[in-house]
């Protein structure tokens, strides 16, 4: 298949549960960290741009306003992987400060 692009997608299973990854995309890590599978999901990402690579931790909300369980445990996952809580942003529904944070 010569000239086609080819990614790798891969879903492996670890110890602490199942990770996706898609090194071809930049992603090297990518775990839901806690979800009730309901409400909410909170996600672990590492990513890779060039040489560099950095964490994200996530808080997925199907509400407008996340629950106390879900901001607790989004909370605890934060402070246990290294994260201040100056480093924390809401994006709004349309987006329009996801520039900002990008920046």
């Known amino acids: 298949m010569e000239g086609c692009n ?21 992603v090297l890590e990518y775990r839901v960290l806690g979800t ?4 909410y999901a909170i996600i672990f990402t590492q990513l890779e741009f060039g040489d560099e690579a950095f964490n994200t931790v996530e808080l997925y909300s199907r509400n407008e306003t996340a629950s106390q369980e879900a901001l607790g445990l989004f909370s ?13 942003a809401q994006l709004r ?11």
Do not use: M, Y
């Not at 080819?6 to 930049?26: A, D, R």
């Not at 009730?36 to 409400?39: K, M, P, Q």
């Open 6 to 26: 080819q990614n790798v997608v891969e879903l492996q299973k670890q110890s602490s549960g199942w990770v996706f990854e898609n090194p071809s995309l930049g």
């Open 36 to 39: 009730n599978f309901r409400d």
């Open 76 to 88: 605890k996952w934060s402070r246990g992987l290294g994260f201040l809580s100056q480093q924390q």
């Open 93 to 103: 529904k349309d987006l329009t400060c996801a520039h900002r944070i990008l920046q």
